[in-house]
């Protein structure tokens, strides 16, 4: 499986980006987002999951993010709004390759998009 992530550049603070992020297959598990700053660790940002509904959002993507994913369940979308300095990082998409009981653990997912950049600026 290969994930290709696109829609990453360049916003101004309270602006708005969305990430697409495309598999070569179906993917009937967990899809999601992570994203890596410079210096800092790979934090979880949002996952979907192959159920309607079934999302999870890490803390500074509550309220501000929204992941969804299409029908044919392979993409999965990023709407980020009232973006922030801090959002500014490389976001990575990921796919586990088998079940997991800890979608939030990027140590859990196999597959991974090369990573897209996001910067926020003033």
């Known amino acids: 499986v290969q994930l290709q992530a696109s829609g990453g550049g360049w916003v101004q603070v309270g602006g708005s980006l969305r990430l697409s992020c495309t598999a070569t297959e179906r993917i009937v598990n967990y899809m999601g987002w992570f994203r890596q700053a410079p210096g800092k660790e790979r934090e979880f940002v949002a996952v979907?999951?192959?159920?309607?509904?079934?999302?999870l959002y890490g803390d500074s993507a509550k309220g501000r993010f929204t992941i969804s994913r299409d029908n044919a369940k392979t993409t999965v979308y990023l709407q980020m709004n009232n973006m922030k300095l801090e959002d500014t990082a490389i976001y990575y998409c990921a796919a586990p390759s088998r079940p997991t009981m800890r979608p939030t653990n990027f140590r859990d997912y196999t597959y991974w998009g090369q990573g897209t950049l996001v910067t926020v600026s003033s």
């Open positions: 979907a999951g192959w159920i309607p509904g079934l999302t």
